[in-house]
C-alpha cells in the first residue's frame, strides 16, 4: 500500500524552447514541459524533503537547501498564527486592548519543490528506489503522486536521500518545526505545492532566481550567498548581472575590511582616492584598487582566459561553488592578510631588513611596520596587492579542487541578510580552529621571504630594480604572479607542490 495525493498537471512549454541551449554537462538537460499542483500537509511536505531535519554537515548538505534563518521562521510563524499586524507587535504591545487586530494567517504561496528521479544524484547519492515519489495517470486522465508510504499521519524517513528537494519556501516549512521552542503549529495545516519533475540543479538554480530576485527586485548580493549556484551561471554574466554582482561585492568586502578593527587593512585603504598626501597613513592603495583586485581574483567566473575565483567559481560541476557568505568572505581575507602581516614582520630576509632601517616616525606612532605599511614595500601599492590577491586565488582554488573538505565550513552566520562587524567577528572566530588557518600560515610564510621592496626602495641594485619596473602596469601582474609562483615552487610544501603538478605547463589552472 502507498499514499495517493491527487494532483493537477499544467503545462508550460512554447515550440520554440525545444531549440533553446540545453546542456546537461551544466546541469541544465532540457526539463519537461509538464508542472504538477497539489496539497499536501506541512509534516508530510517536511519529511519527504527533510527540511526540518536537515543539516549542513559538510558532504551530507545535500542539493541546493539554503541556511535556515530561525528568526525568519519564527516571524512566518507568528504571522499564521496571528497575521497581521498583531504577529508584527513586540511582547509588551501584546495585550487585551490588541487582541482585535488578529487575522487569519493564510499562506496562500505556493512552496516550490522537485520530485527526484531515480537517475538523480546529489553529491554522489540518489534517493533509495523504495522512497520515489512517482506521479501516474489513470484511465480518466487524472494524475495522482504516489508517496512511499500509506499511513500520512505515521512518522516516515528515508533510507538516503529525500525524493523531494525545496527550491522555494524552506523557511515556510521550518514554521512547522514540531521542536520549536516557542509552540509548533498543528500538522494537518496544508500548504500548495508547485512540483517539478527531474530538475537539474542548474535550472533549480534559475527558478530561484526567477521568484526571489527577477519579479522583486530583493537584494542580488543576498541571492548569490543564498544560492552559491547563482555565481557560476553563464546567462547572468551574458546579462551583466554577474559582473554588477561581483563589483558590488568586492566593494562590500572591501568596506569590511578597511573597518573591521581585526583587520590589518583597518583604516588603512584610501576610500575616498585622496592624494598619498592627504591620505590615511599607511594607506597605499586605493578602494578602487582593491575592488579591481579582488573582482579580477577571489570573485572572477574562470571565464575565456580569466583565473577561476575561489568565491565565484565552481569547484566542480558536483560542488558547485563555494557556498560562503559574505561574512566567511571577509573573514577568510582578513584572516589570510592577517597571517601575512605577521609571517612578513617575523621576517629575517633581506628585503625586510633594508626597509626596517629606514626611519618612518609616523608609522611607528600607528604600529606600523615599513616591511608591511610603508611606502617602499609592493605589500602596500596595488601591484603587491593583486599579486598576492591572484597568486593566494589560484592556489586555494586548485586546492579545493583537489581536496575540497579544506574548505568545508559550516557556518553558523547567517548567510542572506545583512552583513555585520560582528558577523565577521564570529567568522574570525570560527576560522580559528579551522584547518584553513594552518593553510594560509603555510601560504604566508612561503610568500614572506619574496623580495617585496618597490623599484624606488633603497639598497637595490641595478639589475633588481628593473625587475622591479617590470612589474608596472597592466603587464606587471601577470609577471609579478609568475615569480611569485616560481619563489613558492622552490620553498616546497604544500603550496610549491601544487605549483608543480598543476601548474608548470601553462602557469593558470
Known amino acids: 500500500m502507498v499514499h495517493v495525493v491527487p494532483a493537477l498537471r499544467f503545462k508550460q512549454w512554447l515550440p520554440e524552447w525545444d531549440h533553446f541551449d540545453f546542456d546537461a554537462s551544466q546541469k541544465r538537460r532540457q526539463p519537461e514541459p509538464y508542472i504538477f499542483l497539489f496539497t499536501m500537509s506541512a509534516v508530510q511536505l517536511r519529511a519527504l524533503s527533510g527540511v526540518y ?71 554522489g547519492r540518489a534517493v533509495d528506489p523504495a522512497d520515489l515519489v512517482s506521479i ?14 500509506d499511513d500520512p499521519t505515521s512518522t516516515w524517513a528515508p533510507k538516503g536521500l529525500e525524493p523531494l528537494e525545496v527550491i522555494d519556501g524552506q523557511h515556510r516549512l521550518w514554521a512547522f518545526d ?3 521552542d516557542d509552540g509548533n503549529l498543528p500538522g494537518d495545516f496544508e500548504l500548495p505545492v508547485v512540483a517539478f519533475r527531474g530538475l537539474d540543479i542548474g535550472w533549480q538554480a534559475y527558478l530561484f532566481w526567477s521568484i526571489n530576485v527577477s519579479p522583486k527586485r530583493i537584494n542580488p548580493s543576498h541571492a548569490f550567498d543564498l544560492f552559491p549556484l547563482l555565481r557560476s551561471e553563464s546567462w547572468l554574466e551574458t546579462f551583466s548581472e554577474l559582473r554588477v554582482y561581483r563589483e558590488a561585492r568586492a566593494q ?6 578597511y573597518r573591521h578593527l581585526e583587520s590589518p587593512w583597518f583604516n588603512r585603504i584610501n576610500m575616498l582616492g585622496e592624494s598619498t598626501r592627504t591620505a590615511p597613513e599607511g594607506a597605499g592603495v586605493s578602494q578602487a584598487g582593491w575592488v579591481r583586485a579582488l573582482t579580477s581574483t577571489f570573485l572572477g567566473t574562470g571565464a575565456g582566459n580569466a583565473v577561476s575565483g575561489l568565491f565565484g567559481a565552481q569547484i566542480s560541476q558536483v560542488e558547485g561553488p563555494l557556498p560562503w557568505g ?31 632601517q629606514q626611519d618612518q616616525p609616523n608609522l611607528l606612532e600607528k604600529k606600523l611596520t615599513q616591511e608591511f605599511s610603508g611606502p617602499k614595500t609592493m605589500l602596500n601599492q596595488e601591484q603587491g596587492l593583486r599579486g598576492i590577491l591572484s597568486t ?11 581536496d575540497s573538505s579544506i574548505f568545508e565550513w559550516n557556518s553558523k552566520v547567517d548567510a542572506g541578510g545583512e552583513t555585520t562587524l560582528d558577523d565577521v567577528s564570529r567568522a574570525l ?3 580559528k580552529s579551522h584547518v584553513l588557518s594552518d593553510v594560509m600560515k603555510e601560504f604566508a610564510a612561503a610568500i614572506s621571504s619574496f623580495d617585496w621592496r618597490s623599484a624606488d626602495a633603497p639598497s637595490l641594485s641595478e639589475e633588481q630594480r628593473l625587475i622591479k619596473r617590470a612589474f608596472r602596469g597592466s603587464g606587471g601582474y601577470v609577471a609579478l604572479r609568475e615569480q611569485l609562483k616560481g619563489h613558492i615552487a622552490k620553498q616546497g610544501g604544500t603550496f610549491g607542490d601544487l605549483i608543480s603538478e598543476y601548474l608548470a605547463s601553462d602557469g593558470r589552472i
Do not use: C
Open 326 to 356: 559574505r561574512a566567511q568572505q571577509a573573514a577568510f581575507l582578513i584572516r589570510l592578510w592577517s597571517e601575512i602581516q605577521l609571517a612578513v614582520n617575523a621576517t629575517e630576509s633581506t628585503w625586510a631588513v633594508s626597509l626596517r
Open 178 to 180: 514540531e521542536h520549536a
Open 53 to 123: 531535519r536537515r543539516k549542513r554537515d559538510g558532504a551530507d548538505a545535500e542539493g541546493l537547501q539554503r541556511l535556515h534563518d530561525p528568526t525568519r521562521s519564527k516571524t512566518i510563524r507568528d504571522f499564521v498564527r496571528y497575521g497581521h499586524p498583531y504577529s508584527g507587535l513586540k511582547s509588551a504591545l501584546r495585550t487585551e486592548d490588541t487582541e482585535p487586530l488578529k487575522k487569519p494567517g493564510w499562506l496562500p504561496t505556493a512552496i516550490v519543490v522537485n520530485i527526484l528521479d531515480s537517475n538523480d544524484e546529489r553529491r
Open 252 to 257: 562590500e568586502l572591501t568596506d569590511l575590511l
Open 429 to 431: 572566530e570560527e576560522l
Open 136 to 149: 501516474e495517470e489513470d484511465d480518466h486522465h487524472r494524475f495522482h503522486l504516489k508517496l512511499p508510504y
Open 392 to 402: 593566494a586565488n589560484e592556489l586555494m582554488f586548485i586546492l579545493a579542487r583537489k
